[in-house]
């Protein structure tokens, strides 16, 4: 369910946060996790935290590519 990504689970955005996967472990699985007991059972299958880039609104792309 993870790597379908967060809109397939009905979030707009592309970022897993812990209390977004926490909410999909309690309505998949009934079950309820600590976000660090959900730190470490992430760490334990490969996930690692990743906090994404922010980028400018008013950013060109083809500016910057050219």
Not at 10 to 21: F, K, L
Not at 53 to 66: F, G, Y
Request: include cysteine; aromatic fraction near 8%; proline fraction near 5%.
């Amino acid at each position: 369910m993870l790597e379908a990504g967060p809109a397939a689970c009905g979030w707009s955005d592309q970022c897993w946060t812990p209390a977004r996967i926490g909410e999909v472990v309690r309505r998949r699985f009934g079950v309820d996790y600590t976000l660090a007991g959900l730190d470490l059972l992430l760490h334990r299958i490969g996930w690692s935290v990743q906090v994404p880039a922010r980028k400018a609104s008013e950013r060109n792309e083809t500016q910057i590519a050219a």
